[in-house]
């Protein structure tokens, strides 16, 4: 039995592209503070890009908590997400259009969340990645961390836990 031929790289990358992109707009929040994503295979990188709003302290300036915060916890859902919606995405069971319509998987609820602020976060850009250290059918762990110049100098650090929405549509 012959095996189908494999679709052209350029369509696989188009539709992980796709995907990412309603992933990341269906969040408002997301485009308020700036945040793009970076996808290198089914890996994610978060990027904050510097802006003056960002700011919390002028006098040193330093980018503000809450921000930090709200960049980490952005990066945890979209990682945790991603990871999801990997699978369907891959085996052509979900609908990119659908997504770029505006139906956006349910996305993890978070249980909770602690941030460890190492230094202050300079203001330059910022970049963050999230790593899931368990994933179930209901619930989930992430650990996240940000970073400006150097990857292993983080600036700041979260662990979270999520409750995970479920795949069928009956929830």
Do not use: C
């Amino acid at each position: 039995m012959a095996r189908p031929a494999p679709e052209p790289v350029q369509i696989v990358k188009q539709r992980r592209d796709a995907a990412l992109s309603a992933l990341v707009s269906g969040v408002p929040y997301i485009t308020f503070l700036g945040i793009t994503f970076d996808r290198r295979g089914d890996e994610v990188t978060a990027v904050l890009p510097f802006a003056d709003k960002l700011i919390g302290n002028p006098m040193l300036p330093a980018i503000h908590g809450g921000v930090t915060a709200a960049f980490l916890e952005v990066t945890a859902v979209i990682t945790l997400s991603w990871t999801y919606i990997w699978e369907d995405l891959e085996n052509g069971t979900l609908d990119v259009e659908a997504l770029a319509a505006g139906t956006v998987p349910r996305l993890p609820k978070t249980i909770d969340f602690t941030v460890d602020y190492l230094r202050s976060g300079l203001p330059r850009d910022a970049y963050a990645r999230a790593t899931i250290t368990r994933s179930g059918r209901r619930y989930a762990s992430v650990k996240a961390e940000a970073w400006q110049d150097n990857r292993h100098r983080p600036f700041a650090q979260a662990t979270a836990h999520f409750l995970m929405p479920r795949k069928d549509a009956s929830e």
